[in-house]
């Protein structure tokens, strides 16, 4: 059985080069058991940081994204208010407080461990990568402990050759 990897050039795909390259595939081999934690209490952080990337960070920085986008777009001038006091209220009731929990909560965990599930590099950290770059990337406010994190998992040798055969997760602003 062979992997036939079909990717998307400045996308969250990169997360899929960079998981292959951490395993040393050569995209046509299949085996992921390295990146797994042995620990029971590692294995529980791993699944759930696993499942928190997608479904409880992604949509409040989509939200986000959406309607920065709704602010900019063409529009007539007499609706461009409506739709900007529509994208302030959802980001004032919605998307800021969700984005403050959910990156403080991020702040915290890597303030007290160097990786997502523990003491060691896992494939939590690679599900978590394109959520904490995005918000990074846009979000305001201090983040030093994602910001070591991410300079910690960048520099891994792996990161860079994903990197440099798919270009980066988000593209520069």
């Known amino acids: 059985m062979s ?4 990717h998307l050039n400045f996308s969250r795909s990169l997360r899929v080069l960079w998981l292959l390259e951490e395993l040393e595939l050569d995209y046509f081999s299949h085996r992921e058991g390295k990146l797994n934690p042995t620990d029971e209490a590692e294995k529980l952080e791993c699944r759930m940081f696993l499942h928190y990337a997608e479904g409880s960070l992604m949509p409040p ?18 609706i461009k208010p409506i739709a900007r006091g529509i994208a302030d209220k959802i980001d004032q009731s919605y998307t800021h407080p969700a984005l403050d929990l959910h990156l403080g909560f991020v702040e915290k965990t890597l303030s007290e461990r160097p990786y997502f599930a ?7 950290d690679i599900q978590m990568f394109y959520p904490v770059e995005a918000a990074l990337s846009r979000a305001s406010g201090e983040r030093p402990n994602m910001v070591a994190w991410r300079d910690r998992v960048t ?3 792996a990161y860079r050759r994903a990197e440099a055969k798919g270009g980066k997760a988000v593209p520069e602003r």
């Open 118 to 124: 523990g003491d060691s590099f896992s494939i939590a």
């Open 61 to 78: 920085l989509l939200v986000s994204l959406i309607f920065a986008r709704l602010r900019s777009a063409p529009m007539p001038f007499f």
């Open 3 to 6: 992997i036939k990897v079909h």
């Open 155 to 157: 520099s891994r040798p």
